[in-house]
């Protein structure tokens, strides 16, 4: 009588399977046409990166490398193509992992990575937002499968689903399939100018911080194998701080000076913005303290590509 | 161990394989499967405090024999005092030290005396032990009214106990209801595997989907109210009804479920809640194994409504102001519980009649959503500027920013088909049914697309249950 009862239970656990594995499988695969036929919107800037970008001058970085970096001032000071592959709210073991993507299938000739003061610090947000990368798994399980095995066990039964690869990304499609988001290869500018008024009001302490100040062994990880990619690669790299519209004291900020070490360590050229003369206080460059609008963006982008102009010269 | 975590995905299938396969034919063998995977499942979280639930488990299991073997009736009261004395010392101890340490110091600089704060503890809360305290408080206290018979299988009773399912977070079982199950052979059935199944599935779907979604939104309101408006916290406070109750009821449906396949039943705890026309009538639905406790427990040997009015008003309110202590050491809850006594005195004093249709459904959840405010809000401080808010500056409605509007999005739509499932369950019982459907593949296919709606729309950051931390 039992053993019937087993056999029920298996017979039917194996029809639910199928049934199970036939639907993940078609709205799985129909979801993930819908994801990598996106035109714009973060997502469709990488997958584009992945998959068609191959350009000289690749940016890297979270919305400050997004919203900073103008790549058509790149192409005409440097008379180099480039894309900017800036993500916002990503760090640095996103953009490692989409370094190693990149490499698979082309080597730019010069990275710049926008380095945030608080990449190295600990931060739950940075694990979550790696299931963007979900979705590209399928080709680049190698590259992804170590990043993201920092954030949770099983990724290759739990990304086996074709449901979870494309997992909360249909809203996002639909939505930029609708009304779709402009971007200038990858840039995307923000064109309010900041009063004094607002920095006043904005001038509090930060109550969405992402971060608790501890250094986060696993970033620091991610940090120098970037670095160390790009050199097997033979790519230039240097990094960029982005300015600020306040005087900020970072001298004891722990993650800025290792990642300050290292990059003088490992004899990668930091150009650093932060606390510049030529931005500090200059409200009409900024949409908000930490971002610049695109007056500010053009400005900043010029000076980088001046600097590297000059370096190469 | 969470349920929402892919270790329990490896636990549960091992322990149902020992559980059926390996022991079946042994119910003593069976108990201690099930002992050893609920001391291995709270553990996983602490093993630390494994050591509170087998003391709680000793001291019970004595005094329920000790009770029965009592020359007479005071003899038993005080090995009922032991019992009383003991859990309600861990929960008083672990839950509500520091809470009655504070706000005594606090009362104290009410009246210009500064204290220092030096006899605060730094204790942690361990999970569950609300529940558990409660569930073999009641053991005891249901002996002592001769109500049960004590039992001399210790491994039973620790079972009983710790039962994994719902050992962290209810629902808070009788001995009553669980313990004979334990103790009488069960017998594996493909019906009850297939129903407990089916259970946990629609359990994660409200946990994974509907609650972690309407979460996303909730705390960037709730723990940021200087920087929202009256409009965004009333969303917010909506959005939170829905996602306690997709937290909660999906965790007791997932308990359930659990509980089934291993061919054991618990009791229901919640019955579409939101629909209650009254809110006497909305805690027949929510928590109904807490709300049936107090009840049990505190409301009835306070005199229940079988005394004059104002006493049985006092009843009220005392048992619905203890409750919300219960929920939480701290003032938010404890107005929250007193709250809702206020709003059955009102009921009980204005109407006689049972109330029906929908308006009253909306009032109430209107008066339950009012309530939630002090529930949610991270201080009564919070919860009054919420409430002012509202009512002089509705303001814009956030709609969050980046990934949280599609967040938002999301978080509706899990709504709109719980509420929509929901509804059917609740009005339309005889029409058509996917889960019961008479054809086989309609039933696999519907549960097949909620598993897919989970995969595809869920939120798979293993957060923890609201529950875990009363």
């Known amino acids: ?313 | 161990m969470l349920f929402n975590s892919l270790v329990f995905f490896v636990f549960l299938p091992i322990v149902f394989v020992g559980y059926w396969l390996v022991s079946n034919k042994n119910l003593k063998l069976q108990n201690i499967i099930l002992l050893i995977g609920s001391y291995t499942f709270y553990g996983w979280w602490d093993y630390r405090f494994l050591s509170l639930i087998a003391a709680s488990t000793i001291v019970d299991y004595f005094v329920g024999l000790r009770i029965e073997g009592a020359k007479n009736k005071s003899i038993g009261k005080k090995w009922l005092l032991v019992s009383i004395l003991f859990n309600i010392g861990l929960l008083g101890f672990f839950k509500y030290y520091n809470f009655f340490v504070e706000s005594w110091i606090d009362s104290l600089a009410l009246f210009g005396y500064t204290v220092n704060n030096a006899w605060t503890l730094k204790v942690i809360l361990p999970v569950g032990i609300s529940f558990y305290t409660f569930q073999t408080l009641s053991y005891s206290i249901d002996i002592y009214k001769e109500k049960l018979k004590p039992t001399r299988d210790f491994i039973a009773f620790a079972a009983f106990v710790s039962f994994f399912p719902q050992l962290v977070a209810g629902p808070i079982e009788r001995a009553s209801n669980l313990l004979p199950q334990i103790l009488t052979k069960r017998k594996f059935t493909y019906q009850a595997l297939s129903y407990g199944i089916k259970l946990m599935i629609w359990g994660f779907f409200m946990k994974l989907v509907v609650a972690d979604r309407a979460a996303i939104y909730v705390n960037a309101v709730y723990n940021n109210v200087e920087n929202h408006e009256g409009l965004s916290f009333i969303a917010a406070t909506v959005l939170f009804a829905f996602q306690i109750y997709g937290d909660f009821a999906g965790y007791s449906l997932i308990a359930i479920g659990t509980a089934k396949i291993f061919g054991l039943d618990l009791m229901t705890n919640f019955r579409r809640p939101y629909f209650a026309a009254s809110v006497s009538e909305f805690w027949t639905r929510w928590h109904i194994s807490l709300s049936t406790w107090f009840k049990d427990y505190v409301y009835i040997p306070l005199g229940g409504n079988r005394v004059a009015k104002p006493r049985w008003l006092f009843n009220l309110f005392i048992t619905f102001l203890i409750s919300g202590l219960w929920h939480g050491a701290n003032w938010t809850f404890v107005i929250w519980g007193a709250l809702n006594g206020i709003y059955l005195i009102i009921e009980a004093l204005l109407f006689k009649k049972t109330r029906k249709g929908l308006i009253n459904v909306f009032v109430t959840f209107f008066l339950i959503n009012f309530a939630w405010i002090f529930f949610r809000a991270n201080s009564t401080e919070n919860a009054f500027y919420i409430i002012k808010t509202i009512f002089t500056s509705p303001g814009r409605l956030y709609i969050g920013s980046g990934d949280d509007i599609t967040a938002s999005i999301y978080a509706t739509l899990a709504i709109a088909i719980l509420v929509l499932v929901e509804t059917k369950k609740e009005y339309f019982t005889t029409q058509f049914s996917i889960s019961n459907n008479r054809i086989e593949y309609v039933r696999l296919v519907g549960y097949a697309v909620v598993i897919f709606m989970i995969l595809y729309i869920g939120v798979f950051g293993e957060s923890q249950f609201i529950y875990f931390q009363f």
């Open chain 1, 1 to 313: 009588m039992i053993k019937k009862e087993y056999k029920l239970v298996f017979m039917k656990c194996i029809k639910f399977v199928i049934i199970l594995l036939i639907i993940d499988f078609v709205f799985g695969s129909i979801s993930k046409q819908v994801f990598f036929n996106q035109k714009t919107g973060k997502y469709a800037r990488s997958t584009h990166v992945i998959y068609e970008a191959n350009p000289d001058i690749l940016i890297f970085g979270s919305s400050h490398a997004h919203r900073h970096y103008i790549p058509k001032v790149f192409e005409e000071k440097l008379q180099k193509t480039c894309y900017n592959a800036g993500a916002e709210g990503q760090q640095l073991l996103y953009h490692n992992a989409l370094q190693k993507m990149v490499f698979k299938r082309v080597t730019p000739k010069l990275i710049i990575l926008n380095i945030d003061e608080n990449f190295l610090y600990k931060s739950k947000v940075a694990y979550d937002r790696l299931s963007d990368l979900h979705p590209y798994y399928e080709d680049y399980k190698s590259e992804l499968r170590p990043v993201l095995e920092l954030n949770s066990k099983l990724v290759d039964f739990k990304l086996f689903f074709k449901s979870y690869q494309t997992n909360s990304t249909i809203i996002h499609a639909l939505r930029y399939y609708l009304s779709p988001q402009v971007d200038y290869k990858g840039y995307r500018p923000l064109f309010d100018k900041m009063k004094f008024s607002d920095n006043v009001s904005s001038n509090k302490e930060d109550p969405d911080k992402e971060y608790i100040e501890e250094i986060d062994d696993n970033f620091v990880m991610a940090f120098k194998e970037f670095i160390a990619n790009a050199k097997s690669n033979n790519v230039d790299l240097i990094f960029v701080t982005s300015p600020t519209l306040n005087k900020v004291d970072f001298s004891t900020n722990e993650s800025l000076n290792m990642m300050k070490e290292i990059a003088e360590m490992e004899k990668v050229t930091l150009i650093d913005f932060f606390n510049s003369e030529q931005f500090m206080h200059k409200y009409e460059l900024f949409h908000d303290p930490s971002h610049l609008n695109n007056d500010g963006s053009t400005l900043f982008t010029a000076s980088i590509a001046e600097f590297i102009k000059n370096q190469t010269n």
